[in-house]
């Protein structure tokens, strides 16, 4: 499990509606006990224990930590070029402030699917650094001329992608090519590995359209990482067709996923295949002031297949784990993606599920994260909004009142801890 250091000592915390990622309805007047960070008890609140140090949070809401399972946290919006002008050492800072700014829109574990490096978790385990728990693709894996191949027609790089500090891109056309890069990830730490199964949007040289690994190399893949522990494949896949190379060669989990026929949404069924809609970065609006109408109609075309292709898949039973692409767009919105898979057809106790458990179990952590009951980690996230009522308002990240991680408190905005904390 990606570690934070525990806090030490109990904390109490009682009086909340409690929510607690289950897919349960909501508990009200709730106690969560922590000891040394660990959950000890969650459930109704007992009677015969005393208020002395308990933190009443009366009139809130109370949450596991939420998994995002797909970001690129070392990404941020803006001209690439002044980026490239910066030192490395610019770059780290900002990241760190990334992390930070993640934490504490109460996005407690986080999955980087590509740009991060494992320095950062490392980091953050050691406690010299805060930000959320990290699970890392490292790179992604695609063909020449593909998704993650920055290499424009001339043979230049475009100034994104000489940024000091990122990983080198997952270019891969031979199996040989295929087991040296995922042996190297491995090496390096890569907890998952990301392939694109199909092109992408922004890539220099690929269309969506286009193919990406075979399923061969899935295959391949997926046979590496099985010799090592075994590890989840993430595939990148716009396309019908990308969706089943992934599915058929064992990916555990499809990214996007924006054009979905009937039969391969059954053979996600059947595979038990997880969909990360990334809704977010669908439904992000572009300035009209800098694009053109043509690029502008192209983009609500794509939008509308997108959200039928999801709204189809949420009504058939794929599980969905929230992931919200952000690095693409700004960070530190991601509990806007909840109020979008409402959009889709989850409700909204569903949407926070995908949120909290449904993450923590792609990435293989459930038995330690992503509900509030005893045993697990104290990540746990408090708002003042009702999420069953007003889930959109979980946007503002002012709504999150208090962020603990691992028992630790790392945000609290109503100072509800007592001050020797
Ligand atoms: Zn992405």
Do not use: C, F, Y
């Given at each position: 499990m990606p570690h934070v250091p525990p806090a030490s000592g109990v904390v109490r915390l009682v009086g909340a509606t409690l929510i607690d990622g289950t897919g349960c309805p909501p508990l009200a007047d709730s106690e969560v006990e922590l000891v040394d960070g660990v959950i000890a008890y969650a459930g109704q609140r007992r009677a015969a224990q005393s208020l002395d140090g308990a933190i009443d949070l009366t009139g809130t809401f109370l949450m596991p930590g939420f998994v995002d399972a797909h970001v690129h946290l070392s990404m941020v919006p803006g001209d690439p070029e002044t980026q490239r002008s910066r030192f490395v050492e610019e770059h780290v800072l900002e990241t760190a402030s990334v992390l930070r700014t993640t934490l504490l829109a109460g996005v407690t574990t986080a999955r980087d699917l590509d740009g991060l490096t494992p320095g950062y978790r490392d980091a953050i385990a050691r406690g010299s650094a805060v930000g959320p728990r990290?699970?890392?693709?490292?790179?992604?894996?695609?063909?020449?001329?593909?998704?993650?191949?920055?290499?424009?027609?001339?043979?230049?790089?475009?100034?994104?992608?000489?940024?000091?500090?990122?990983?080198?891109?997952?270019?891969?056309?031979?199996?040989?090519?295929i087991i040296r890069t995922v042996r190297e990830l491995m090496r390096m730490g890569?907890?998952?590995?990301?392939?694109?199964?199909?092109?992408?949007?922004?890539?220099?040289?690929?269309?969506?359209?286009?193919?990406?690994?075979?399923?061969?190399?899935?295959?391949?893949?997926?046979?590496?990482?099985?010799?090592?522990?075994?590890?989840?494949?993430?595939?990148?896949?716009?396309?019908d067709a990308a969706v089943r190379v992934a599915v058929l060669g064992g990916a555990a989990s499809i990214e996007h996923g924006y054009d979905l026929s009937d039969d391969t949404i059954d053979l996600m069924l059947q595979h038990g295949t997880v969909l990360v809609p990334t809704l977010s970065t669908l439904l992000r609006t572009l300035d009209p002031a800098t694009t053109s109408p043509a690029a502008l109609a192209d983009r609500e075309a794509r939008q509308r297949r997108g959200l039928d292709s999801v709204r189809r898949a949420v009504a058939a039973g794929?599980?969905?784990?929230?992931?919200?692409?952000?690095?693409?767009?700004?960070?530190?919105?991601?509990?806007?993606?909840?109020?979008?898979?409402?959009?889709?057809?989850?409700?909204?106790?569903?949407?926070?599920?995908?949120?909290?458990?449904?993450?923590?179990?792609?990435?293989?952590?459930?038995?330690?994260?992503?509900?509030?009951?005893?045993?697990?980690?104290?990540?746990?996230?408090?708002?003042?909004?009702?999420?069953?009522?007003?889930?959109?308002?979980?946007?503002?990240?002012?709504?999150?009142?208090?962020?603990?991680?691992?028992?630790?408190?790392?945000?609290?905005?109503?100072?509800?801890?007592?001050?020797?904390?």
């Open positions: 990290l699970h890392l693709a490292i790179s992604m894996l695609s063909p020449t001329g593909g998704h993650a191949d920055p290499v424009r027609p001339n043979g230049s790089l475009p100034a994104w992608a000489v940024r000091p500090g990122m990983p080198a891109p997952g270019v891969v056309d031979t199996d040989d090519d890569a907890d998952a590995i990301k392939v694109s199964t199909s092109g992408g949007v922004g890539s220099p040289t690929d269309d969506p359209a286009d193919a990406g690994l075979p399923v061969e190399h899935v295959r391949l893949v997926a046979r590496l990482t099985a010799e090592r522990g075994g590890r989840p494949i993430t595939a990148h896949a716009l396309t794929v599980p969905v784990a929230l992931g919200t692409d952000a690095g693409v767009h700004p960070h530190g919105r991601n509990l806007a993606e909840l109020a979008r898979l409402v959009e889709v057809g989850l409700d909204p106790l569903a949407a926070i599920r995908a949120g909290t458990l449904g993450g923590a179990r792609l990435l293989g952590l459930d038995t330690e994260l992503g509900t509030v009951e005893a045993g697990k980690q104290g990540d746990l996230v408090v708002t003042v909004v009702d999420p069953l009522q007003n889930i959109g308002d979980l946007a503002d990240v002012s709504a999150v009142r208090m962020v603990l991680q691992a028992g630790r408190v790392v945000k609290d905005l109503d100072s509800r801890m007592p001050a020797a904390r």
